[in-house]
């Protein structure tokens, strides 16, 4: 960009140009105006003082003539005798000095008398050749001619001849041109020339005796060729190397032309001393306008250079204020304003330094880790608890990207950006981070747009705390629900065991009254005791199903599923008075969910419903009613009570109980908020309800009107295909791999060791047993090279399972071990999993899952 | 305040530039030449002339750039027909760098003053020294003008072959004896040869007072057949009056010292019909004559005479020679080597010895003009 002048060079540029300059143009001007007018007067007075000159040469010539024209008629009229002519020229001469001969001539042209007289002169013939012409004899009678300058043959100095006819008579009288020196000399003239030229030119009197030698010649024309005054009859010339300028002005008499030369630097002395003094003024007072003008501009410049400086260290930060005396009033103003500035402008930023401290303190107060984004995902913000969780400095954080920092939320990166780029609203998601130690984060994303910038604020919440104590809670809200269900479980528990007990007592009493039990009476047993067995594994999978504490694991499954799992465990805990409908679509309801945490929110809603017929009841009021349970699709074309897009599973859970107030439905899904009584209910149920339906993207609503019952209908997103729905469905068929080799069982508990064994042995396979696990390892570090694999229980007295499978990788790296728990798959087994453990088999085991995980084991 | 920084040697640079502006308006040294010869006095009209021959062309020069772009400047002293002053001004002049001398304007102030160029080793031009005193000399004198030996050669033939006298008588000046003395001797002799028999010889100075009328007489008792005048123009006019006034018709003969203006406007019908030999007729016409004689008459406003048309001769002579260097003792080197040089009347050589080779004619006077004698 074009660099803009600075105030001083504009001031300078203007001074110069708006004061300097039309002052020294002005000055110049007036000097130069008044130089000329003086020239031009100084000039006019050489030019009166040649005219005064001329004058003078006039009329000295004019004497001459008349003379001459007295002499001739006295001679001519006869008044003066013939023989006295001569002593009558001589007496003239004498009388009349400017003459230095007179001669008449006669008829002939010959020399008749002259004065002085001589027999050189008298008898002379001059009126022939060029003399005649010389001095223009014969023009006309009584009139005067003067002849060129010439040397005289008498005095041998320049002279002029005039001459006048009378009749036959010429009468000549040479003047001599002294005289006319005369009147130049009185001319009182400083290193200058006065001069007299003939009509021919020639020098004829000159103030200085060596401007007459050599008859100098000056034409008139030469003269008026240098004319180069404004005068009419003045003219420059040089003279060696002296410019000089002369006046000129002609004399009448004799054609002459008298002239007056001066050097220029004598006649306009005065004018010359005028143009010093003017200079030597001009010159003062430029310089005098230099100075004002410099100070002018000291007095300008340099409070604004002081102004400049100062809003430079402002710009710098530097607010200190020192009261400046400027010199004059505008600038004084511009500091008191400017200074008035500053004080508003440093209590703006004291306040927004108070601000942004104050939120900085609030913003670092937050445990939760706090980042602001811009649009591209690079940090520009952050507080403490983000420095401490990274545990790094400043500049490791800002300017950096966020997925950087912060790994765990790489795989979020697009999700994020993409919520900026579309200025989406806030959304939020869980993390589980396992690297190291697993933590859970809750992550909250909210786009910010300030102006034209874009971004987004994240915040970070470590909950692993929070949910290992919501965990905690919903684990004694399980058992709370468990010990609900206790009774029904002994029921069944009690029918199946009846049904066991039952059948091997009548064995046993057949075999004691000596009774033989028939193959197909035995086989009928078996079957009633495997049936039961059965019963009782499913029994205790689905309570233990309930009761485990574990992580959210999502997948898809079929809600009808749930709706029966959870009513044959419900329907015998129900009390007799209520009637129990179910109602489901044939089709797959598949949802993608936690299905553990799905069956305890159906169960905690019947059991509300179970409570709200029975125990809520007023005392003395009639216990029972109906509880249904129903199934069905939805949507929002379908459903008013949906209100965004897609399809929903609808599972309505509803009463014919209590029912509830509007003021009470407000409050029902609070934390510790119950209206049992004491002992009843811990008030955490329907909060637990609803925060794993609302992380299931789900929705409730709920109806209710009191003494009429309630309904409350649990929305869940559909979901489109069945990703991990596979029904473990036991091979009745005994279609079982079978194997070779020696297999290691290590268990505490004797039932679990034989039966093993023999399933083992069924399959093909040898088998060695322990019970201890101590004795377990000597006897692997005796075999471990034959040990095909180790059929390892999870939980033994001595050395727990996990660290009983690290001696044995001690002792063979490539171990093979089948891990069995009567628990289900939890953390644990996926660390021993991961440690390297071939497989894991759930107990209660039987002959195909053990079959096939011993061979998947050893197969793998 | 700071002083505006590029504004100080701005202003510093312009005053540079004017300083060498004007600097540069300084024009190379001119080249000083001189003229000497008598400007007052008697003798005055041969001296004005000549300075005027000089100025014109000095001035013509000078108007078309100088010699080599460097001007002429001409000095000028009036030697006033005195040797001794002749000599201070001369020295006077080769002091101030004069590289060489257009003079003197007659015989004896050259020869008075030659010693001094010649040891000075600068060149004098004389425009109208004719003695025969300085033929043949190899020195530092030149003269534009011929030897009056030719003259004498030319006249004596015309007089013994055409006049037939016996005899004749001489009147001469000696104020300028170094050329009328040998004129005469030289003359004669040439005429003695002739059995023209010298019958009266009557010297002068015209520097003391004198009647003319007086001279005449004594000159033409002698009875002569012929009377030669070695004088000035003015003198030689005021004889011839005077012979003339005292009835004498002798046939009258003149050196061309006589051939001045004022010969002809105090000789009146006195001059008719003289005869003298010289090699220049003003009344004749030619392309280079008419353009000096234009020029002159203009810039002086009068006709030229001889002694201008020489002196202007020598001055061109000599601004030509200086073109290739204004060493003073280079100058007759370059002059001789040229040896034939354009006049303003035409062509003339000048020899080994520095004089002029001219063609020399008798001439008259009719209607008061010279023109050249048919024979």
Sequence with gaps: MK???????????????????????????MVVFFSKKMEKEVVGRNFLLTESLAGEIDLFMAEPERIIAHISNSIDSGLVAPKSVDQYLQHTIECYQYFESIQVLDRDGVVAFAAPGSKDIIGNSVLTGSFKNFIRLGDEEKKHYFSPAFYSIFSHKTTMAISYRIGEKVFIGYLNLQFMQRIINRINIVDGDAFVLDKAGIVIAHNNIKGLEGRQYFSEQRIRGNRKSSHPRTYNFIRDGVPFLGCFQYAANGNMIVVLAQPESVIFDSVTVLKYYALFGLIAMLFLVLLFGVGILLIIIRPLNRLVVKTHDVARGDYSIEHERTGYRELETIWKNYEEMIRSVKSREDDLRWTQNYLRSIFNAQDSILVALLENGEIVQFNDAALEYVGKKEEHIKKRYFWDVFPFLKHRKKEILQSIDIRNASFHFDILFTEGESRYFSVNCYPIHFEKQQGALIRIDDVTEGKRQESQLLQMHKMETIGTLAGGFAHDMNNIMTGIMGTLSLMDMQMQAGHSITPQKLKQYVDIMSETGERASDILQQL??????????????????????????????LDKSISLTVDFAKENALVMADKGQIEQVLLNLCVNGAHAMTIMRPDGAKWGGVLGIRLTRSSAQKDPEIEGEGEYWKLEISDTGIGMDHDLMQKIFDPFFTTKKKGEGTGLGLSMVYTIVTKHEGFLKVDSHPGEGTRISLFLPSCVKSESLSTEVEDRNLVYPRGEGLILVIDDEKVMVDIAKDILIGCGYNVITSQSATEGLALYSRKWRTVK???????????????LFRKMKEINSDVKVLLASGFQKDKRVLELLNEGVKGFVQKPITFTKLAHAIDAVINE | MEINRPLLP????????????????????????????????????????????VLLAVEQVNRKGGIRGRKVKLLVHDDQNDPVRALRSDKEMIDRGAVAVIGHMSSTMSLAVLPLFNREKVLLISPAAGTRSLDDRDDYFVRVDCSSTEEVNVLTGFITGHQQISSIAFLYDISNNCYTSNYLKHCSAVLAEHNVVTKKVIAYDSRQEFSYYDLAEAVLASKADGLFILADPQDSALFCQQV?????????????????????????????????????????????????????????????????LYAYDAAHILCEILKDGDDPVRLKERLIRISRFKGADGEFTINRFGDAQRNVRLITVRKGMFRELAE
Aim: a neutral charge.
């Design chain 1, 3 to 29: 660099k803009k002048p600075t105030l001083k060079q504009i001031l300078i540029i203007s001074f110069l140009f708006g004061i300097v300059l039309p002052a020294f143009s002005f000055s110049a001007f």
């Design chain 1, 789 to 803: 694999a180790v059929l390892l229980d999870m939980s033994m007295p001595e050395i727990s399972g996990r660290d």
């Design chain 1, 544 to 573: 233990l199903s309930i009761s485990r504490g574990h992580k959210v694991s999502l997948s898809s499954f079929n809600l009808a599923e749930v709706i029966k799992n959870v009513v044959s465990i419900f329907r015998n805990t």
């Design chain 2, 244 to 308: 003339r006034k005292i009835g004498s018709t002798v046939p009258l003969y003149l050196s061309s010292w006589a051939q001045g203006k004022s010969f002809l406007i105090y000789g009146g019908e006195a001059v008719e019909g003289v005869v003298l030999a010289h090699t220049y007729i003003p009344s004749e016409e030619g392309c280079h004559y008419d353009n000096f004689r234009t020029d002159f008459i203009e810039r002086f406003n009068r006709e030229p005479d001889f002694t201008a």
């Design chain 2, 10 to 53: 701005t202003l510093f640079v312009i005053f540079l530039l004017v300083l060498s502006l004007f600097s540069s308006c300084t024009l190379s040294d001119p080249v000083t030449i001189g003229f000497s010869g008598t400007l007052t006095g008697k003798f005055a009209e041969a001296g004005i002339s000549g300075r005027s021959g």
